[in-house]
């Protein structure tokens, strides 16, 4: 119990002991009921000062419990960005470079989408991030049985550029994308992707 807590307490007391015995002068009550008055008096206060002091002290734990809570996600939020940071200071980017075409080759492939097959547009895939760019694939047609297939360019290092390559598009809806796919060296699985328009008098 704190020390004020306690003053309350004897004050209380004595006050109650004082009217028992006043109460006992004109033989209200005797000696003995007197006592087990006082004591029950007692005994009623101090529970009360025990459970108020409880509530505090889970009050106080709780305050203690969220405070260390509110650290820990303030830990791992501070530990993800440092992670994000070193996964930033290694993170590769493949650049699909897109190369010029004759009009009437883009007009064949244009041709090949409303024929239902898969377009391709001559690519070049330069690294323009700043780290190596590892198992770096996309996707070819065998001239053979025009069937789409992944091709494997291997490991781009930082600022170097693939052979030319004529990459297969991937449709999705109405949309038409050049697609690379690489890990950086933490394994982590990454893409790169270039929106292409197939039109004969325009293409970008």
């Given at each position: 119990?704190?020390?004020?807590?306690?003053i309350?307490?004897?004050?209380?007391?004595?006050?109650?002991?004082?009217?028992?015995?006043?109460?006992?002068?004109?033989?209200?009550?005797?000696?003995?009921q007197?006592i087990?008055?006082?004591?029950?008096?007692?005994?009623?206060?101090?529970?009360?000062g025990?459970?108020?002091?409880?509530?505090?002290?889970a009050?106080?734990?709780?305050?203690?419990?969220?405070?260390?809570?509110?650290?820990?996600?303030?830990?791992?939020?501070?530990?993800?960005?440092?992670?994000?940071?070193?996964?930033?200071?290694?993170?590769?980017?493949?650049?699909?470079?897109?190369?010029?075409?004759?009009?009437?080759e883009?007009?064949?492939?244009?041709?090949?989408?409303?024929e239902?097959?898969?377009?391709e547009l001559?690519?070049?895939?330069?690294?323009?991030?700043v780290?190596?760019?590892?198992?770096?694939?996309?996707?070819?047609?065998?001239?053979?049985?025009?069937?789409?297939?992944?091709?494997?360019?291997?490991?781009?290092?930082?600022?170097?550029?693939?052979?030319?390559?004529?990459?297969s598009?991937e449709?999705?809806?109405?949309?038409?994308?050049?697609?690379?796919?690489?890990?950086?060296?933490?394994?982590?699985?990454?893409?790169?992707?270039?929106?292409?328009?197939l039109?004969?008098?325009?293409h970008?």
């Open positions: 119990m704190r020390r004020n807590e306690i309350v307490l004897c004050v209380a007391a004595s006050a109650l002991a004082i009217v028992l015995i006043g109460l006992t002068l004109p033989d209200v009550i005797n000696a003995a007197c087990e008055i006082i004591i029950t008096f007692v005994l009623v206060l101090v529970t009360a025990y459970v108020r002091r409880t509530a505090e002290i009050e106080a734990t709780r305050g203690q419990a969220e405070a260390t809570r509110r650290q820990a996600d303030a830990s791992m939020e501070m530990a993800r960005e440092m992670k994000e940071q070193t996964y930033d200071a290694f993170r590769p980017v493949i650049d699909i470079v897109k190369m010029p075409m004759e009009p009437m883009m007009a064949k492939q244009a041709y090949c989408v409303g239902g097959k898969f377009p001559p690519c070049i895939l330069h690294n323009i991030g780290g190596p760019a590892i198992g770096v694939s996309s996707f070819i047609i065998v001239p053979s049985s025009d069937e789409r297939r992944p091709w494997d360019f291997g490991t781009i290092a930082v600022g170097e550029k693939t052979l030319e390559k004529s990459l598009l449709q999705t809806g109405n949309r038409m994308a050049l697609v690379a796919y690489y890990k950086d060296v933490y394994g982590r699985d990454i893409e790169s992707r270039r929106e292409v328009t039109d004969k008098e325009k970008s």
